[in-house]
């Protein structure tokens, strides 16, 4: 293979950069089952857990922003965890982040049918799902560039209907929009504020984590960024913020409005439209057509997931080939630098995970979904890691931390807070089921894990790999950036 033709072009700008990282994050999660949370530990509960994973991304994003404004490339995670840690680790982990995505496609193609029942209830979902998929591939397949702007316009519709919500609901909580406003009377009794207490909490945590994953995309998107040691660290830095006001704003406006004993908010599919506790909102605001807005807005939320996880799980499978940990077809790009061959076998992937779930495979659909699930958890949990032995190497190697072009303020304290959070997280998945010693549901949480480790010790024991030596780390960016810095 030629290096030099098979390689990936900088098409992504600063905008781009910072809408992939915003978008990601902002999905049916917040706009359907924020819901949930509330009714499951009450408005206060629900604010607590977000504000915690809010916390442990910001640490996260830290440690990502410091490896790639420093090594921006499209391997990203899976390329810190071979350097940094162990080739095995970044075996393990590459390969889980590109079927997390993979399988996330899939689900949300059946989603996307769904939500198109809403509009043409006589048209069978695997059709929507079909076409979508087919759009999502065609706007992949272009370039780096169109993928980036296509996302760009998706997420922006989700942030104008986030802004809109939070005008309306506050508006709503002083009495200016809608009829007999309940002001703040819903945060006055504690009991029902911190409904169940901690065990409510930490239950919602889990929830909250699942709404939070996608934030890491900008890692990925680095690879392809115009000036990534410059765009890297301004997008790191205001994304945080943007994200904890529309998650803590939504949630505030919500709890203010919404009852958390109303049985609406039990609602957490994407088929509950009506449900939404932004529907909800928005009809008591007087908006006649807030269903038919949301089904909109969601559906552009799946459509932008889809897009996302098409474009990072095809960016994780070609940087694989060039480390030799996947077939070195899925290497090779096109005249306009996008892996053609790892985009179509992600995409076949999508393919089968909605068929089997419209054919009835519905059991085993939900397995590898909470396969999924759990894979994504892992990887943030290697990105701590990853970054915590950068740091370390980064120093015994001569360096300072100064000669860093984007610096993660909390070290060490940060990725090591972020790691042990993220251990608990990934063992307190289903602890219910645990508790209660339902076995079977015990393996569906958690098979995600045995997986992991699969892939990790065998890998280990084919190669012979070891931990990376502090001294012995591979430090070097890109030779496109490396030329940019010293020119």
């Known amino acids: 293979m030629d290096q030099a033709e098979n390689e990936l072009k900088r098409g992504l700008s600063s905008r781009h950069l910072q809408m992939i990282a915003i978008g990601g994050a902002i999905g049916t999660g917040l706009f359907v089952a924020s819901g949930g949370t509330i009714a499951q530990a009450g408005p206060g509960g629900a604010l607590v857990a977000y504000l915690l994973v809010g916390l442990m991304v910001f640490l996260l994003m830290q440690s990502l922003g410091e490896m790639s404004a420093r090594i921006p490339v499209a391997g990203s995670f899976q390329t810190y965890a071979t350097r940094f840690v162990s080739p095995s680790f970044g075996f393990a982990i590459g ?211 889809g897009n996302s996880g098409l474009y990072a799980s095809t960016r994780m499978l070609y940087a694989m080939a060039h480390d030799g940990k996947a077939p070195k077809i899925f290497g090779r790009t096109n005249s306009r630098g996008v892996p053609m061959a790892a985009l179509l076998a992600t995409a076949a992937v999508g393919l089968f995970g909605f068929l089997s779930a419209i054919v009835g495979q519905g059991a085993a659909y939900a397995w590898l979904l909470n396969v999924s699930g759990l894979c994504g958890f892992i990887v943030w949990a290697g990105i701590a890691l990853s970054h915590y032995r950068f740091r370390r190497g980064f120093l015994a190697q001569g360096n300072k931390v100064s000669d860093l072009p984007y610096k993660a303020s909390f070290f060490p304290i940060g990725p090591l807070l972020a790691f042990a959070v993220l251990i608990v997280v990934v063992a307190g998945q289903n602890y219910q089921a645990v508790l209660a010693g339902r076995g079977l549901e015990i393996l569906s949480s958690y098979i995600g894990i045995p997986i992991f480790l699969g892939l990790w010790l065998v890998h280990r024991h084919v190669t012979k790999s070891r931990v990376v030596p502090l001294l012995d780390m591979d430090l070097s960016g890109p030779k496109d950036v490396e030329e940019d810095a010293s020119s």
């Open 95 to 305: 390969w889980n982040y590109w079927f997390n995505w993979a399988i996330t496609v899939a689900a949300e193609l059946v989603a996307a049918g769904i939500i198109m029942d809403f509009w043409f209830p006589g048209v069978p979902g695997w059709l929507w799902a079909g076409v979508f998929l087919v759009l999502l591939t065609a706007m992949n397949a272009l370039s780096a560039k169109a993928f980036g702007e296509s996302e760009f316009w998706l997420s922006l519709i989700k942030v104008v209907a986030v802004v809109l919500f939070l005008v309306a609901g506050v508006l709503m909580i002083f009495g200016i929009l809608g009829d007999n406003s309940p002001g703040f009377s819903n945060w006055q009794n504690r009991e029902d504020v911190f409904h169940g207490g901690w065990v409510s909490i930490i239950s919602v945590f889990m929830i909250a984590g699942f709404s939070f994953q996608g934030t890491e995309l900008v890692g990925v998107a680095a690879g392809e960024a115009k000036n990534p040691r410059r765009e890297v660290p301004r997008a790191i830095r205001s994304v945080f913020w943007r994200i904890m006001i529309f998650y803590i704003g939504a949630i505030f406006v919500i709890g203010c409005l919404i009852p958390f004993t109303d049985p609406s908010l039990l609602a957490s599919g994407e088929a509950d439209i009506a449900a939404s506790p932004f529907t909800l909102v928005f009809e008591r605001a007087g908006i006649a057509f807030a269903a038919a807005l949301m089904n909109a807005v969601i559906l552009t939320a799946i459509l932008s997931a």
